[in-house]
Every structure is written in C-alpha cells, then in structure tokens.
C-alpha cells in the first residue's frame, strides 16, 4: 500500500464508510487472509477498488486515472521501456501542456518520477492507477512480442530470412512465451499448427486471444524445445505426451503442465501455468457480481452441505475454490483436500496428492479422509 493504515482509516472514517467496529473486523479479516488492508476492504464490498482509487488520490492530492477508459499511443507507451513499466508499475499514457502523463501505482516514488524525466527528456506530470488497473493496461506490450519474434526470423534478403529461421534462438522465443503469458496471467499458451502457419494463443480470464502467427517451418523445433524442457520424447510424434517444467520468473517459480496431442497440421502443445499469484485472488476480485457473491459466500459459510464448482479449462474452478478455503481457514476446522495435482499449497490445510500406483485414489484417499474428523473436505 502506498499510504499507511493510520492514513487509510483517517481517509475511510472522513467519508463515514467505516467505524472502529467494522474496521477492527476488517483488519482481522486480513490479518486472516493474509492480504492487505485495501484489498480486504474491497474484498468486503466496504469499497470499491476504483472509489479506494479516488480517495487515495485526493487525499494524496494527484489527478486519479483509470486506464481500462482510455486509449494508450503506441508513441506514448514506448517512451518507457516495457521491463521498467512492468518493474514500477508506471505507464505513461498522454502528453499535456505541463509534461507527460504517467499513471503510477505510488505517485510518492519521487526517485522514480527523476528517473524517469531523466530518461525520457519530459517534465513528469504524475496520476495515481489502482495496482490492478495497471497490471491490466500492461497487455497492452503484448503487441511487441509479434514485432520481436518477426525480428528473429527476418534479415532482409529471402536467402538470409531462411537462414534466419534456421538460426533462429528457439529457447529464447520459447522462455519469451511463457514470460509474456506470465505477465498476461495467462492460465494456458495453445501452440496449434495449421496448414500454412503456427498459432500462438493465450488463455485469459477463460477466453482464448491469438498472440501470435510464426512461419510453419519453425513448428518442429519449437516443440522439441518444450519437449526436452519437460522430459518428454522428442522422437515421439504419433502419440499424446503429458509432462511439466518449472521457470523462474521475477523470483517465483512457474509450474507449466504440458500436454502434446497429435492433429492434422502437427503436434499441438498447450502449456498450462500455475503461478503462486493467483493464490492472491480473493472472490470479489474473481468478477463475482454482488448478488452471486453473496450467494456463495451464504453457502461456503453453512457448516453443512455441498458446494459444485464447475465449468471449462481455465474458467478459474480451482481459483475460485482455493479462495473459499482461505477464507474458511481458521484454526478452529480442519480442512483437508485430495487433488491431482496440488495446484497450490496453503498453509494450515491439509493437503493431499493422489497417488494411484500407490493406490491413493479419490475413493480411497476420501474414505480415509472421513475417519480423521474433518470440518471442510475439497
């Protein structure tokens, strides 16, 4: 948080929306959940992640902006690097009279603001953007990725754009996927080749998005790539292979799933990634709307019954009900799960991985389950 808690009751207490009482609860809910005091507020529905937005600002007394209204120049946005907007959470998104616009997630950073008026020439005219605003506006460098993998494979003449592609770095374009699906919060990368070309699509908030289109010819290498990756055959091509990798990025490791299936055109790969960060997500910021929010929260606070979670791959079914067992994890109960595989680990649950050669199955592991006086089963 850019101001402190002292600062944010001060600004919540002046607009009547909390009392000591709410904001003792509310602080206990964090303390819980472990997440911040603003995100439990929204989390709540005391505020809105826009309003908490706007009261900030005025109380820091910088211009608010939200970005998911406006549209960014590419001219504009390139004027700070990609890697530092990402790093600092700083978009610059209009020119004014004064200077360059920049929406920031901490218009404090005043050594952020010099190094940015040292590196691009412009007076630096500094609004504040909600963190998640800014984590959804930074899609918009997903462009870049077409224009970066056309530069691998393109150097002017035909004879040297062929030589090109046969040079081409193929373990840097394919860490290049999954660190551009990473900051997307993709929940898959699909590979598909087709008759003529190579189809790259993510996988985002459950809807599928073409990324990018790569020359046919490049197919095989990108897929041995990602089989040597995750210990699969590469001399395999007829039959489905399932397998996983693990990556680093910004100091976190990325479990990636991967499953390659034979069609038509070639082998299709689609890599499904399991980022700690979605163990973040709380229910209001899952797109629930208030009415069927307050349906599942009635049901998951029930001590009895049973709570269905479905629908497609990527459609945020384990998201969804990770964030529940958060909320439900307390002391006083006893919680456990049997999965395949465990997505997440969670302190204070019990969490177990089906086994089958060892013949812990879901049948088997839940019978034993029942005999350990469970509150909460997943």
Avoid at 301 to 323: A, D, E, N, Q, R
Avoid at 337 to 360: C, F, H, M, S, W
Wanted: aromatic fraction near 6%.
């Amino acid at each position: 948080m850019i101001i402190t808690q002292e600062e944010l009751k001060i600004i919540l207490e002046k607009t009547k929306l909390i009392d000591e009482r709410i904001w003792a609860e509310t602080r206990e809910y964090a303390t819980n959940c472990d997440i911040e005091m603003d995100e439990a507020l929204i989390e709540k529905n005391i505020v809105t992640d826009e309003n908490l937005g706007i009261l900030i600002a005025d109380y820091l007394k910088v211009p608010f902006i939200l970005l998911q209204k406006i549209t960014i120049a590419d001219n504009v946005r390139h004027i700070l690097p990609e890697r530092v907007a990402r790093k600092y959470k700083a978009i610059p998104f209009a020119f004014i009279d004064k200077g360059l616009c920049v929406a920031m997630a901490n218009p404090r950073d005043t050594l952020l603001l010099e190094v940015i008026t040292a590196k691009t020439g412009f007076s630096v005219v500094p609004y504040l953007a909600t963190s998640r605003d800014i984590d959804n506006a930074l899609r918009i460098y997903r462009r870049d990725l077409q224009k970066l993998f056309h530069d691998f494979l393109t150097r002017g003449t035909p004879e040297a754009k062929k030589a090109a592609i046969d040079e081409a770095p193929i373990a840097k374009m394919v860490d290049l996927l999954i660190i551009y699906a990473y900051q997307d919060k993709a929940s898959d990368i699909h590979i598909e080749p087709e008759e003529k070309n190579l189809l790259v699509r993510f996988r985002i908030d459950g809807v599928l998005h073409d990324v990018l289109v790569l020359p046919k010819n490049i197919h095989n290498r990108i897929l041995t790539r990602i089989k040597v990756l995750s210990s699969l055959r590469t001399d395999e091509h007829m039959t489905a292979q399932d397998g996983k990798l693990k990556v680093r990025i910004n100091e976190e490791d990325l479990d990636v799933r991967v499953s390659i299936l034979p069609i038509v055109d070639g082998e299709k790969a689609v890599l499904r990634l399991f980022s700690t960060r979605s163990q973040q997500y709380t229910l209001s910021n899952l797109g629930m709307n208030e009415r069927d929010l307050l349906k599942v929260t009635k049901a998951f606070t029930k001590s009895y019954g049973m709570i269905l979670s479905t629908g497609p791959t990527g459609s945020g079914k384990s998201t969804s009900i990770y964030s529940i067992l958060k909320l439900l994890n307390t002391r006083e109960k006893n919680i456990t799960t049997i999965e395949d595989p465990v997505e997440y680990r969670i302190k204070g649950i019990n969490q177990i991985q089906v086994n089958t050669k060892a013949n812990l199955t879901f049948a088997a592991g839940l019978r034993s389950i029942l005999r350990q006086d469970p509150n909460v089963v997943f």
